[in-house]
């Protein structure tokens, strides 16, 4: 089945940096769109950027600049690169990938940035 476990979250200062990491396994994972979302409390669950399967990229207008999102298709893997981290980005961190019109999530990672 499909599965989706990010890993590397933490807390860390603002202006600081965290890389999150995305294992995906149950698809073809080079063949499709890989997100990752956020959500902060109280707040709706937002896009926060996408990579397709021809490693297009694209990100909200928050976080331009300063994260990077990328896929090893070998390690069926999808990075998020965060640099420059601000306490806005507060929130925790979700994989998403729509595989074969179903949404799949991962479980989460929490990235806490304190000013």
């Known amino acids: 089945q499909v599965q989706l476990v990010e890993s590397g979250g933490g807390s860390v200062q603002a202006g600081g940096s965290l890389r999150l990491s995305c294992a995906a396994s149950?698809?073809?994972?080079?063949?499709?769109?890989m997100n990752w979302y956020r959500q902060a409390p109280g707040k709706q669950r937002e896009l926060v950027a996408q990579i397709t399967s021809g490693a297009g990229s694209s990100y909200t207008d928050s976080v331009k600049g300063r994260f990077t999102i990328s896929r090893d298709d070998a390690k069926h893997t999808v990075y998020l690169q965060m640099n420059n981290l601000k306490p806005e980005d507060t929130a925790v961190y979700f994989c998403?990938?729509?595989?074969?019109?179903?949404?799949?999530w991962g479980q989460g990672t929490q990235v806490t940035v304190s000013s």
């Open positions: 998403h990938a729509r595989v074969r019109l179903v949404p799949y």
């Open positions: 149950g698809f073809t994972f080079s063949s499709y769109t």
